[in-house]
C-alpha cells in the first residue's frame, strides 16, 4: 500500500523555524512529483511548495521566499523548511504526490492522488 508520513510539525514561537518530513513507502517515489500543502479549518487546502521528480521547485506567493522543499531520493523522504514563521502560517501541512510529470505538475489538490495524514503547525505571537 502506498503511502505517505509527515512528521516534525508542533509550536513555535513567531520567526522561528520548523522543519517538516515526510516519509514515501511502497511506490516508487523517484519517478513522482511531491508537493507540501496546508490546511486551516474552515477553509480550503492551499499548495506551498512543489518538487518535480528532476528538481524543479516552485512556491506560492505566501510562502515563497520562508519555505524551502528538497528531496532525497536515495532515501524516499521530502521535506519543507519553514523560516520567519507568522502566526498566519498555522495550519495542518500535508505531503502528497503526483504522478503528472514535470512542468505539468501544477499544485492543485487534484492533481495529486496520493496524501499523509497532515501534521499539525503552530506559530504563537
Known amino acids: 500500500q502506498d503511502q505517505l508520513m509527515e512528521s516534525g510539525g508542533g509550536q513555535v514561537q513567531a520567526g522561528g523555524s520548523l522543519r517538516l518530513t515526510c516519509a514515501a513507502a511502497n511506490f516508487n517515489y523517484n519517478f513522482y512529483c511531491m508537493a507540501w500543502f496546508r490546511q486551516v479549518p474552515g477553509k480550503e487546502r492551499e499548495g506551498v511548495a512543489r518538487i518535480t521528480a528532476t528538481g524543479y521547485t516552485s512556491y506560492s506567493d505566501a510562502l515563497e521566499g520562508r519555505s524551502t522543499i528538497s528531496r532525497d531520493n536515495a532515501t524516499n523522504t521530502l521535506y519543507l523548511q519553514l523560516d520567519g514563521l507568522k502566526p498566519d502560517d498555522t495550519a495542518i501541512h500535508y505531503c502528497?504526490?503526483?504522478?503528472?510529470?514535470?512542468?505539468?505538475?501544477?499544485?492543485?489538490?487534484?492533481?495529486?492522488?496520493?496524501w499523509g495524514q497532515g501534521d499539525q503547525v503552530t506559530v504563537s505571537s
Open positions: 502528497a504526490a503526483s504522478r503528472i510529470s514535470g512542468s505539468f505538475c501544477y499544485v492543485r489538490v487534484g492533481n495529486f492522488h496520493l
